[in-house]
C-alpha cells in the first residue's frame, strides 16, 4: 500500500510515467481512488459551506451538503463509465478499473486547490480574490494535463485521438442522462396510471 501511495503521489508531477505504472505494472489501488473520490465529496461540500462570505455566493438556506456530495460522485462515475463505453468502440486498451482509478487520482489537485482556496477565502479582502481565482485555475489547469495524459497511457492512443474520445464522452454522458431521466419519467408515469386504474377497478366495486 505504501507503494501505491508513493504512484499516486507521483504520477501527479510525473503522469506519463506514473500512470504508465499504475495502469500497467498494477500500482494503481481502487481503494486509494475511492478514498480520493470520497475526499473530492467532502471537499466540493466543504467549499460551498465553508467559504468566507466575501466569495461565498450559496443561500446557507437551501445547502444541501449530501445533494452535493452524491453530485459530485456521481459526474465522476458518470464520466469513467461513459469513457470506457466510447473507448471500447474506438479501440481503446484501457479497462473500467484502470480508467477509474486514473481518473479519481487526477481529482487530487483539485481537492487541493479548493482545501486552499476555502482556507485562505476566510483571511482575504475583496481585492485579493483575484489571487484565489488563480489558484483555483491552476488546479483546474493542472487536473485537465493529468486526464488528457492518463487516458492517453491508459488507452494507448495519441493525443488527437485521445481528445476526441474525451468529446465524444461528454455526448456519451449526456446521452446517459438523457436515458436514465426518460426511463425515470415513464416509469413515474406507468405508476401513476396503474394506481389511476386501480382506484377506477375498486371504485367501481
Not at 495502469?23 to 473530492?40: H, T
Amino acid at each position: 500500500m505504501k507503494e501505491k501511495i508513493h504512484y499516486m503521489f507521483f504520477s501527479m508531477t510525473h503522469p506519463f510515467d506514473g500512470f504508465y505504472e499504475i495502469r500497467f505494472r498494477e500500482k494503481g489501488s481502487v481503494l486509494l481512488a475511492c478514498i480520493v473520490l470520497a475526499l473530492y465529496g467532502i471537499m466540493k461540500c466543504a467549499r460551498t459551506q465553508y467559504t468566507g462570505f466575501i466569495l461565498n455566493l450559496t443561500d446557507m438556506h437551501r445547502l444541501n451538503s449530501v445533494s452535493i456530495f452524491m453530485s459530485s460522485i456521481v459526474i465522476v462515475i458518470l464520466f469513467c463509465v461513459s469513457n470506457w463505453s466510447v473507448t471500447t468502440l474506438f479501440g481503446g486498451k484501457g479497462n473500467m478499473r484502470g480508467i477509474f482509478t486514473i481518473v479519481c487520482y487526477c481529482l487530487i489537485p483539485v481537492i487541493i486547490s479548493d482545501l486552499v482556496v476555502t482556507i485562505l477565502s476566510n483571511f482575504i479582502i475583496l481585492d485579493e480574490a483575484m489571487l484565489l481565482y488563480m489558484l483555483e485555475g491552476i488546479g483546474i489547469v493542472w487536473f485537465v494535463f493529468l486526464i488528457v495524459s492518463g487516458l492517453c497511457v491508459a488507452h494507448e492512443y495519441g493525443l488527437f485521438q485521445n481528445l476526441a474520445s474525451i468529446f465524444v464522452t461528454f455526448i456519451a454522458a449526456f446521452l446517459i442522462v438523457f436515458l436514465v431521466v426518460l426511463f425515470l419519467t415513464l416509469e413515474e408515469k406507468m405508476f401513476t396510471f396503474i394506481v389511476d386504474v386501480v382506484k377506477e377497478i375498486t371504485r367501481s366495486h
